[in-house]
């Protein structure tokens, strides 16, 4: 790291222990962090997002030594997940500790925690101390689209922070994979970025996904309606989108359109009544790009947001979960099929 981004390294770290809150750079998403210590520090996040107070926030800490610190108990598969993927996009949900606050996991006696694989969030957390750690959410609004960028931070938050560490664009672009371990089995809450292929293959048993509305816990990012852009976001099948295109320019609406597939690729490539944009046939790039190109359509004010189904497969699951949460508002021709399934394999 430069000297300059040292020297804001040792600000922010100034600020936090003032209590403040501030933004910074992950391999997922921009959180923001708040030192987990501080009730009135927290609170910020909450006030500052919109955030309701029974929606808990991932605990951010830099060194897997520590985890015993912040939990009251680490089952075998949690150690064997954690040993493999950490740093990395994993939440672990976990018998809270007792140096964990109650605004801190919304209430709740589980709370999630998870180690950063980025070098400025490492660096922050370790100027913190071996027991020191942030509470931090994504740093954007309630609900809405998630920051890959810090001029997103500063797009959507702006003096509402105290300082914003400038990162670079987030690596993965979509947040953690949660995996519980408030039963007998682990569970994953939210798909992210580590495929459940991966997961299973570290623990040798396949892993289970829970519907949002079966799980008795609640975690980040799995409202019904979740990464949403204010513009209508609609996602239609490559069969029909072509036809949903027409009846939307019946309507008179300007429309923006987000492809992935050779045969959207050709149709709407040329056509400049359509504002057309394509991302990657590849899952892991696809992801990566998704959040900067739906705030960029939504910063352009159309009157929709139309986005081509993903890949009906499992490694798309996250993508997935996203556009369905982000879509929520809006079901027309709503087609991916539900993937919240149990034992489902990621495969490529």
């Not at 018998?95 to 709370?111: A, D, E």
């Amino acid at each position: 790291m430069t000297p300059k981004i040292l020297q804001e390294i040792v600000s922010a770290t100034k600020v936090l222990q003032a209590g403040g809150v501030v933004a910074f750079p992950t391999e997922t998403v921009y959180g923001l962090g708040a030192d987990v210590s501080n009730a009135l520090a927290v609170n910020r996040i909450f006030e500052i997002k919109g955030r309701p107070p029974n929606h808990p926030l991932i605990v951010h800490f830099s060194n897997i030594s520590n985890l015993q610190h912040w939990t009251q108990e680490v089952p075998e598969a949690a150690w064997k997940l954690a040993e493999h993927f950490w740093p990395g996009p994993l939440t672990l949900i976990l018998p809270r500790g007792k140096h964990i606050l109650p605004i801190v996991t919304g209430g709740q006696n589980m709370v999630g925690l998870r180690i950063p694989n980025h070098p400025i969030a490492l660096a922050l957390l370790e100027s913190l101390g071996a027991t020191g750690a942030l509470a931090a959410p994504s740093a954007n609004r309630f609900g809405r689209i998630s920051p890959t960028t810090a001029a997103h931070v500063t797009e959507e938050l702006g003096s509402a922070v105290d300082m914003i560490l400038d990162g670079g664009a987030c690596k993965v672009g979509l947040e953690s994979t949660i995996v519980s371990f408030n039963g007998k089995t682990p569970t994953v809450l939210r798909p992210g970025g580590i495929p459940l292929a991966a997961l299973a293959d570290i623990l040798n048993e396949n892993i289970a996904l829970s519907r949002t509305e079966d799980s008795a816990i609640r975690v980040s990012g799995t409202l019904a309606s979740h990464y949403a852009p204010l513009t209508p976001l609609e996602i239609c099948t490559t069969k029909f989108l072509p036809q949903r295109v027409r009846e939307l320019k019946e309507q008179g609406l300007h429309v923006a359109l987000i492809g992935w597939s050779t045969e959207i690729y050709q149709i709407f490539l040329n056509m400049k009544a359509i504002h057309y944009c394509s991302l990657p046939q590849e899952s892991v790039a696809y992801g990566r790009k998704l959040y900067a190109t739906l705030r960029r359509f939504d910063n352009e004010h159309f009157d929709r947001l139309l986005v081509e189904a993903p890949p009906n497969r499992p490694a798309w699951l996250a993508i997935i979960d996203r556009l369905q949460r982000a879509s929520h508002a809006l079901k027309i021709n709503t087609e991916i099929d539900d993937h919240n399934t149990k034992n489902l394999k990621d495969s490529k």
